[in-house]
């Protein structure tokens, strides 16, 4: 099973504050929604509480410490290991890690490809992304996207994989 990072970053690291989102592009959302639909997407609890609902078409695993935490339609686990397990366990081809910045720190080591969308912003926020070493990945593309009445920024779409 691949196991991939999507998120998107403003240019000096930063994805959110107090677990809200701090730009709103359409064409970001579009992306994530075709990457990660008819997949597994595994999330932090404060995540899916900022998502606030179950996206649909998705299989969503919740991991948290909380052992009286439920959702129904969701997989919740207390470990990332027990919610990559679950998704293997059903067959997933590729699983998608959505958040949060802890999240993405523990699980980026054993990634096998991050989709980051660059935001063309520096904004003030207390969740960051573990930016890719480029000693250990390496950019295979990239899409610049510019600003448009909808979405405030310009963009860029771009994938890494694991140098081998």
Do not use: C
């Amino acid at each position: 099973m691949i196991i991939s990072q999507i998120v998107a970053v403003a240019k000096n690291g930063v994805i959110g504050n107090d677990y809200k989102m701090l730009w709103h592009m359409p064409k970001d959302f579009r992306y994530f929604k075709d990457q990660t639909m008819g997949h597994h997407v595994l999330m932090g609890r404060k995540t899916f509480e900022s998502l606030g609902k179950i996206l649909p078409g998705r299989t969503f695993i919740i991991v948290t410490r909380d052992k009286n935490f439920s959702i129904e339609g969701a997989h919740v686990v207390d470990s990332i290991e027990k919610g990559i397990a679950l998704a293997a366990a059903a067959g997933e081809e590729e699983l998608y890690i959505i958040g949060g910045g802890e999240v993405y720190k523990q699980t980026q080591p054993i990634s096998d490809i991050l989709y980051i969308t660059e935001i063309d912003v520096i904004v003030e926020g207390n969740v960051k992304y573990p930016l890719p070493d480029t000693h250990i990945w390496e950019e295979v593309s990239r899409k610049d996207m510019s600003s448009d009445e909808k979405n405030p920024y310009n963009y860029s779409f771009t994938r890494w994989k694991k140098r081998k």
